[in-house]
T-cell receptor, first 118, second 113 residues
Framework: EAEVAQSPRYKITEKSQAVAFWCDPI?????LYWYRQILGQGPELLVQ????????DSQLPKDRFSAERLKGVDSTLKIQPAELGDSAMYLC????????????????FGPGTRLTVL | QKEVEQDPGPLSVPEGAIVSLNCTYS??????FMWYRQYSRKGPELLMY????GNKEDGRFTAQVDKSSKYISLFIRDSQPSDSATYLC?????????????FGRGTQLTVWP
């Protein structure tokens, strides 16, 4: 069964350092999402891509976070510099392009990268 | 006030019990309602997907949506220890891929043998 791949699974860094996370969506999925999930909370969307284009980055802290999906396949999320409050699980999800409103197509999540900032 | 409210629990029940999980929301534009299950240190996986109001059943799981009360529920019948996980409700106004998903904080469930 196809899965969303993420690496690394765990990352420990010191504040002010740069970190990067990688995501490979399910083959053929045009839409890719990055979420942040703080312990004890639900995921919150950071950025959404349709192919290589950003369609929603309204919740992305652009002073320190950046995301790219250059060829419309895999994606990288970067934080520079990391802050203590960035400690969280970073989840990537993907979905087929939803051509029909009301369809049951949905988002498939990867295992996440757990970031600890010291 | 968050757009989606969910009691975090924890909820602890014996094997075989009926479990009821609930969320309330404030945005009347939400039409698509989902329940995800998340095991420890894993990503969420979709359990149920419902459009608009009504009930949907899938095996031991039943999802209910009451849009007039802005209230959704997930029922688990004959609960099993393997059901122990965090259950997240999620909702959207334009479909799960057209629009942003808004998640509740999750309810932690433990089913003991």
């Amino acid at each position: 069964e196809a899965e969303v791949a993420q690496s690394p699974r765990y990352k420990i860094t010191e504040k002010s350092q740069a970190v990067a996370f990688w995501c490979d969506p399910i083959s053929g999925h045009a839409t890719l999402y990055w979420y942040r999930q703080i312990l004890g909370q639900g995921p919150e969307l950071l950025v959404q891509f349709q192919d290589e284009s950003v369609v929603d980055d309204s919740q992305l802290p652009k002073d320190r976070f950046s995301a790219e999906r250059l060829k419309g396949v895999d994606s990288t999320l970067k934080i520079q510099p990391a802050e203590l409050g960035d400690s969280a699980m970073y989840l990537c999800a993907s979905s087929l392009r939803d051509r029909v409103v009301g369809s049951t197509d949905t988002q498939y999540f990867g295992p996440g990268t757990r970031l600890t900032v010291l | 006030q968050k757009e989606v409210e969910q009691d975090p629990g924890p909820l602890s029940v014996p094997e075989g019990a009926i479990v009821s999980l609930n969320c309330t929301y404030s945005n009347s534009a939400f039409q698509y309602f989902m329940w995800y299950r998340q095991y420890s240190r894993k990503g969420p996986e979709l359990l149920m997907y419902t459009y608009s109001s009504g009930n949907k059943e899938d095996g031991r799981f039943t999802a209910q949506v009451d849009k007039s009360s802005k209230y959704i529920s997930l029922f688990i019948r004959d609960s099993q220890p393997s059901d122990s996980a965090t259950y997240l409700c999620a909702m959207s106004d334009r479909g799960s891929t057209l629009g942003r998903l808004y998640f509740g904080r999750g309810t932690q469930l433990t089913v003991w043998p």
